[in-house]
């Protein structure tokens, strides 16, 4: 029986969101970007272009997907506590 990977859905596509994903990819046996998720949606079409995955501009459709077993949280600091 294999192991399944974990499905990764990245919230907020600012500068560090693409270390992120880099990172995740270097972890390609174990996980899979399968979402990301910006208020910008031009900013998540670029993202899914070279990453992969779905788009989506609420964090709430990205927590409802049910390919997304991880949500990574790349908001700025302030927005953490209502997110």
């Not at 990245?10 to 046996?29: E, F, N, P, S």
Request: one cysteine or more; proline letters at 2%.
């Amino acid at each position: 029986m294999g192991v399944s990977k974990l499905g990764v859905g990245i919230v907020g596509l600012g500068l560090i969101a693409r270390t992120h994903a880099m990172a995740y990819k270097q972890l390609a046996d174990v996980v899979d970007i399968v979402a990301g998720c910006d208020i910008d949606r031009s900013a998540a079409m670029r993202f899914a272009t070279e990453f992969g995955g779905k788009t989506y501009s609420d964090m709430q459709d990205v927590i409802n997907d049910p390919d997304v077993d991880v949500v990574d949280l790349i908001l700025p600091h302030h927005l953490h506590y209502e997110a």
